[in-house]
């Protein structure tokens, strides 16, 4: 085995080209990764063409291909939902794999294709350009449709015939063919499945509800699933930018032939376990089992009987966000302890057990209640996974994958690689807590997305908290921490970009 897997991403930011491979090569393995000039940016579709060639160019040194689809056949992830090529374009493109499963029939092939999302608001920065009038009006139709069929109530009825008043015939029908292509093509990759040039398919769902065509959607697929019996290769479940992640680690492992860890979850709150996150449709505790299913593993009934222990910090009453402002005073409640679970996260790091944290209390970003007393309590640079990014499912499949590549180099008895490790946890704490938690909030009280100095504006801001963040930690003790190339990956404060380089200091 070359060691190498090839990924074509869902698009050019960082966690979804960049954060794969960071992980992987904690357990000794590389990804390949297509030139971030042929990936697209945003609305902009990548060059589909040729990131076909890329793929051919690379498949005969790499040992699998785990791909996106959404970039496959679109050209990215926003692109799916507003592309006007037709079924046929999009199938011809999707036929790729199947030629490439012909050539190298002995390598697996896993992709991934998301549900494609509603939202509920007027933004069309992601959207096609009659969400900024109609959004709202279109979730609405989406959610109480599926409503009525799923309760039959006169309500959800009425409301459907409301929302259809509202909404020009020509822009609702145009959505609900954009919908049909996309489900479409899911169908064909179903049959990817069952003719064998797919070896696993994920479906993510990308921010979802209760209800909604989403969801309709999701339910015939998974019927399909059930009735054709390949549900041990098919997974449907939350999420969307972290699916590269798992699939990637599940692969290595598979590849490896080693048996793949077994998890015991443990929460700050039992009552927030319970809860649905913001943008999923199910309790948290059931995405913790999804993204470990996802990976290919199981939640174990004790810790003393899991290989690793993952540590979920959950809301209070509610999933708060705050990047758009939502439920901040609803995270932070009486109906949870963080205290004792960072004192168990401590103890059981100190028995030897892996541990991981994954921070689930926000949406887009970590919990500023926790990380000062995580920080206190214990060495982060002992956890084998961090992360607190955007949604919780993007949060769980990371913290899942970061898990499993320091139990494989453990399993393999070779050297862990510490400063891969330690990069990781870092890279994930300065992002989804210093930049998203705390630069992020401070930038937006000064100024709107379209300042003309918004990137220096972050960029100092973010140094100077990367600065004083760090001398909290162990870090400040053995490395020297660079940070170059500040960037925004999209031109807005959403997310951020930045290069991190650690290196030890003399004598350590």
């Avoid at 991403?9 to 000039?37: C, F, H, S, Y």
């Avoid at 096609?128 to 279109?138: A, D, L, N, Q, T």
């Avoid at 093509?185 to 064998?196: D, F, T, V």
């Avoid at 999209?490 to 650690?502: K, M, V």
Wanted: aromatic share 10%; glycine share 6%.
């Amino acid at each position: 085995m070359n060691k190498k897997i090839a990924l074509v991403p869902v698009d050019a930011r960082p966690v979804t080209r960049d954060l794969p491979g960071q992980i992987a090569r904690i357990g000794g393995w590389d990804v390949v990764i297509p030139p971030k000039e042929i990936l697209g940016f945003l609305k902009t579709p990548g060059d589909v063409d040729a990131v076909r060639e890329w793929v051919k160019g690379v498949a005969p040194e790499v040992d699998g291909f785990v791909i996106s689809t959404d970039m496959l056949c679109y050209g990215g992830l926003v692109p799916s939902r507003i592309s006007t090529d037709s079924y046929d374009v999009l199938n011809s493109r999707l036929t790729f794999i199947k030629k490439l499963k012909e050539k190298y029939p002995e390598k697996p092939v896993m992709a991934f294709s998301a549900t494609m999302r509603i939202s509920n608001n007027y933004v069309n920065e992601e959207e096609k350009p009659y969400w900024s009038e109609y959004g709202k009006e279109i979730y609405a139709y989406s959610y109480q449709y599926h409503r009525f069929l799923k309760t039959g109530l006169e309500e959800a009825q009425l409301l459907v015939k409301e929302m259809e008043g509202k909404i020009p015939s020509a822009i609702l029908q145009d959505y609900k063919e954009t919908r049909e292509k996309n489900y479409q093509l899911n169908q064909a990759l179903l049959k990817g499945i069952e003719e064998g040039w797919l070896d696993r398919l994920v479906f993510p769902q990308d921010d979802t509800s209760e209800y909604g065509l989403n969801i309709l959607e999701q339910e015939k697929l998974l019927r399909e699933v059930l009735e054709k019996e390949l549900f041990t290769k098919v997974a449907i479940y939350p999420g969307a930018d972290e699916v590269a992640n798992s699939l990637v680690a599940r692969m290595i492992y598979e590849l490896e032939n080693i048996q793949k860890p077994t998890f015991f979850s443990f929460y700050s709150g039992e009552k927030g376990a319970l809860i649905n996150a913001l943008y999923e449709d199910r309790p948290i505790a059931e995405s913790v089992k999804g993204q470990i299913y996802a990976f290919g593993s199981i939640i174990e009934a004790t810790p003393g009987e899991a290989d690793v222990l993952l540590a979920v910090n959950v809301p209070g009453k509610r999933q708060g966000d705050p990047a758009i402002q939502i439920f901040l005073g609803e995270v932070d409640t009486a109906d949870r302890n963080i205290g004792e679970w960072v004192q168990r996260i401590k103890h059981y790091i100190s028995k030897g057990q892996l541990v991981a944290v994954a921070d689930v209390a926000y949406a887009n970003g970590a919990d500023p209640a926790m990380i000062p007393q995580l920080l206190a309590a214990v060495e982060v640079r002992e956890l084998c996974g961090f992360a607190a990014w955007n949604t919780a499912g993007n949060t769980l499949g990371t913290v899942v994958a970061q898990a499993a590549m320091v139990h494989l180099a453990k399993m393999k008895d070779v050297d862990v690689n510490q400063y891969f490790i330690d990069e990781q946890i870092l890279y994930r704490l300065l992002e989804d807590y210093v930049y998203q938690t705390v630069v992020r909030q401070k930038v937006r009280a000064e100024v709107k997305d379209d300042a003309p100095d918004l990137a220096k504006r972050v960029e100092e801001k973010f140094l100077g908290e990367v600065a004083s963040f760090i001398k909290k930690t162990s870090y400040e003790k053995d490395y020297n921490g660079l940070i170059g190339k500040v960037f925004l990956p999209w031109n807005r404060t959403f997310e951020i970009g930045f290069e991190l380089e650690l290196k030890q200091k003399i004598g350590r």
